[in-house]
């Protein structure tokens, strides 16, 4: 069975940094590429992140470029999100996300972790 | 920017069938890209229903079907049931990391 859960967030100020991370299980994490995907509360979800398997080709989204980085450790299975200079709109639940049959969607996700930026 | 479009909202009346539909500010998506759809119930994660425009994911009943409409990509639900009433996203794959999502559609089976 698939797992994937999240953790690290919790309360940061304006400005402040936190790392998420997505402990992965049930599959083979070193061949799959993985995302991040978020929702803010009551709003839509937005893609965040992607990263290969290899590492080798990283994308991010516009609102978040030049201030998050995704990374990945294949030996444990675990995939990263380092968010620094947060802002009040970075306030979200964060979802990891596996990819599916090579299709550009997602399969398979996790239960979420909430990010709250505020002073 | 691309902007993929959703409606608000929905409603259909139990075991009646309702299509929901994604499309692109732009014009008429592609079918060159990739569209998917997703389920979401309040303070849950999204579960995958449908990918690659019209494959279903595992688990999914066939009451859920994917396909291209006109100029839009759509989500028709058949025999739609109580617990069918949540919030459904698209999402567009265009290549290169360029994922976007649709605003979402509230579904309400009254």
């Known amino acids: 069975e698939v797992q994937l859960v999240e953790s690290g967030g919790g309360l940061v100020q304006p400005g402040g940094s936190l790392r998420l991370s997505c402990a992965a299980s049930?599959?083979?994490?070193?061949?799959?590429?993985m995302n991040w995907v978020r929702q803010a509360p009551g709003k839509g979800l937005e893609w965040v992140s992607y990263?290969?398997?290899?590492?080798?080709?990283?994308y991010y989204a516009d609102s978040v470029k030049g201030r998050f980085t995704i990374s990945r450790d294949n030996a444990k299975n675990s995939l990263y999100l380092q968010m620094n200079s947060l802002r009040a709109e970075d306030t979200a639940v964060y979802y990891c996300?596996?990819?599916?049959?090579?299709?550009?969607?997602?399969?398979?996700w996790g239960q979420g972790t909430l990010v709250t930026v505020s002073s | 920017q691309t902007v993929v479009t959703q409606e608000p909202s929905f409603s259909v009346s139990p075991g009646g069938t309702v299509t929901l539909t994604c499309g692109l500010s732009?014009?008429?998506?592609?079918?060159?890209?990739?569209y998917s759809w997703y389920q979401q119930t309040p303070g849950q994660a999204p579960r995958t229903l449908i990918y690659?425009?019209?494959i279903r994911s595992s688990g999914v009943p066939d009451r859920f079907s994917g396909s291209i409409l006109g100029n839009k990509a759509a989500l028709t639900i058949t025999g739609a049931q109580a617990d069918d009433e949540c919030d459904y996203y698209c999402?567009?794959?265009?290549?290169?990391?360029?994922?976007?999502f649709g605003g979402g559609t509230k579904l309400t089976v009254l």
């Open positions: 049930g599959f083979t994490f070193s061949s799959n590429s």
């Open positions: 996300a596996t990819p599916v049959g090579g299709s550009g969607g997602f399969g398979y």
């Open positions: 732009s014009g008429s998506v592609s079918t060159s890209y990739s």
């Open positions: 690659s425009t019209n």
């Open positions: 990263i290969s398997a290899s590492s080798a080709t990283i």
């Open positions: 999402v567009l794959y265009m290549g290169s990391g360029n994922w976007v």
